[in-house]
């Protein structure tokens, strides 16, 4: 069963807008990290944003914020004022505590900004 | 800075040989992943290792296996490739199981004829 889940294979924002990237998880361990990741067209994988299931305050990394909602296990990356160099895929990824570390990641969203 | 590498960006192997896939990383971590990432479908763990010769079977394993003799390498061996393991290998490597970031190799993008 698909553990990290995003629907949204594609997206498109204006420039200077906001947008909002879709992630849910399934997990019944009490402990657990969720990251973001940033894949451009060069390959690289660029870490964003942590978030642990602990941690009181949503995560925030200047543009991006990370929308935590733990009793729907939601954790949807925002992106304030895009900008042209946000076009890229971008991965949601869950760690389980009681899996030894396991990182595992996301189907991928594909962002795309307008000029 | 944390460095990755995987030791080649592109490889064309033939059916049925015997690949190895290296990786390696500077600065002493304890984890270390292997996922291959094909489109929609995202990055799938084949294998990780918390530590030197600690592996575990990530979610598609089958046709591969790994080797971690030492710490700061982490290879990749396709016992008998074909071409359904045609697809971007990646490598990360993180301080520990509690480390709040992965670290990533360049990829190797591997076909098999």
């Known amino acids: 069963a698909q553990k990290i889940t995003q629907t949204q294979p594609g997206m498109f924002v204006q420039e200077k807008e906001a947008v909002t990237l879709d992630c849910t998880y399934d997990?019944?361990?009490?402990?657990?990290?969720l990251f973001w990741y940033k894949q451009p067209s060069s390959g690289e994988m660029i870490f964003l944003i942590y978030?642990?299931?602990?941690?009181?305050q949503n995560a925030t990394e200047g543009r991006y914020s990370l929308n935590f909602q733990k009793a729907r296990k939601s954790a949807n990356l925002v992106i304030s004022a895009s900008q042209l160099g946000d076009s890229a895929m971008y991965f949601c990824?869950?760690?389980?505590?009681?899996?030894?570390?396991?990182?595992?990641f996301g189907q991928g969203t594909e962002l795309s900004v307008k000029p | 800075d944390v460095k990755v590498t995987q030791s080649s960006r592109y490889l064309v192997k033939r059916t049925g040989e015997k690949v190895f896939l290296e990786c390696v990383q500077d600065?002493?971590?304890?984890?270390m992943f292997w996922y291959r990432q094909d489109p929609g479908l995202g990055l799938r763990l084949i294998y990780f290792?918390?530590?030197?010769?600690?592996?575990e079977k990530g979610d598609i394993p089958e046709g591969y296996s790994v080797s971690r003799e030492k710490k700061e390498r982490f290879s990749l061996i396709l016992e008998s490739a074909s071409t359904n393991q045609t697809s971007m290998y990646l490598c990360?490597?993180?301080?520990?199981?509690?480390?709040?970031?992965?670290?990533f190799g360049q990829g190797t993008r591997l076909t098999v004829v």
């Open positions: 290792s918390y530590d030197v010769k600690m592996k």
């Open positions: 990360a490597s993180r301080l520990d199981r509690t480390g709040t970031e992965a670290f």
């Open positions: 990824a869950m760690r389980e505590g009681n899996q030894g570390g396991k990182l595992i």
């Open positions: 600065m002493d971590h304890e984890n």
């Open positions: 978030q642990g299931s602990y941690d009181q």
């Open positions: 997990t019944s361990d009490p402990s657990y990290g």
